[in-house]
């Protein structure tokens, strides 16, 4: 019979894993739960002894990515079922993840609906993310941000030493699964309004969220994002040159600059494509 374990990064959520823990022994009494508590000052780890749930607790924040990682260095559970402490995920739709899992997925994914995003600019950026990822794949990525899924253990821990310690690790993980083949699917759920305040910056994650699109690129095929740059400095620099050429006679070093970047991005680009499928080589065998 596999087991699963349901692993909850958790920063001063107190107030919502008051109604959280009983929902999951009432929808998954079946399975392991591990709250990882990321250096909280509020109560957290007393409301899960009250309700007998284990914790593990950082000395101080780590970062969400950093909560998942711990919870599944401890996990027991063949198959890991990740969720957030805020309210935002049902507890019931865990069976609906689980019985997808079973039908031959390696990883299956809680997809919010539009009206489940928080917030006009939140589901715009989450729009953008999903369409990248799903031309940097090719396959549909219906949202690629999204911290509730269910996945096989086995292939999950595989990655860890990739995933970052902030909030981009189902990123991460998501186009892992995709660059070592792995099967990936979607449910659609509905995300309740969040219980207490968010720990997402605007400012400062919005600068973090556009690393992201870069590392989506140099993490999943290096060469389909270098190839484009490469391409664009090398018709400026024909471009430029025909310019040149027509209305002075001659080659500037501009022109040249232009193709010299032309060539170093795709160099650039050959060599990332080199090291991602060694990163990739224990995954593939």
């Known amino acids: ?9 958790a920063k001063n959520e107190a107030a919502s894993l008051v109604s959280l823990l009983p929902a999951l022994k ?11 508590d990321d250096g909280s000052s509020d109560n957290t780890v007393q409301i899960c002894k009250e309700h007998g749930v284990r914790a593990i607790s950082h000395p101080y924040s780590k970062g969400n990515g950093a909560a998942i990682k711990t919870g599944a260095r401890a996990a027991t559970g063949d198959v890991l079922v990740f969720m957030d402490a805020d309210g935002q995920h049902k507890p019931e739709d865990i069976p609906r993840l689980l019985a997808k899992l079973a039908e031959g997925f390696d990883m299956v994914v809680g997809a919010r609906t539009r009206k489940s995003q928080a917030g006009v600019h939140r589901a715009a950026a989450n729009g953008f993310y999903n369409r990248l990822a799903s031309w940097m794949v090719d396959q549909k990525v219906s949202d690629l941000t999204s911290g509730f899924r269910a996945v096989k253990a086995v292939k999950f821990k595989q990655f860890l030493y990739l995933l970052p310690n902030g909030f981009s690790y189902p990123t991460t993980i998501t186009m892992s699964f995709f660059r070592a083949g792995y099967g990936v699917t979607y449910i659609e759920i509905e995300a309740p309004k969040r219980i207490g305040k968010s720990h997402i910056s605007p400012m ?3 600068f973090r969220f556009l690393l992201i699109i870069f590392k989506i690129g140099t993490l999943y095929s290096p060469l389909k994002l270098f190839l484009p740059i490469s391409l664009s400095f090398f018709m400026t620099g024909v471009g430029y040159y025909l310019y040149t ?28 494509e080199q090291i991602t499928a060694l990163n990739y080589k224990d995954s593939n065998d």
Request: proline residues 2%.
């Open 1 to 9: 019979m596999t087991s699963i374990s349901i692993i909850i990064p």
């Open 26 to 36: 009432l929808h998954a009494g079946f399975a392991e739960v591990i709250i990882v």
């Open 245 to 272: 050429f027509l209305s002075f006679h001659r080659f500037t070093n501009m022109s040249a600059l232009m193709f010299l970047s032309a060539i170093f991005v795709f160099l650039i680009g050959l060599v990332s």
């Open 204 to 206: 400062k994650d919005g």
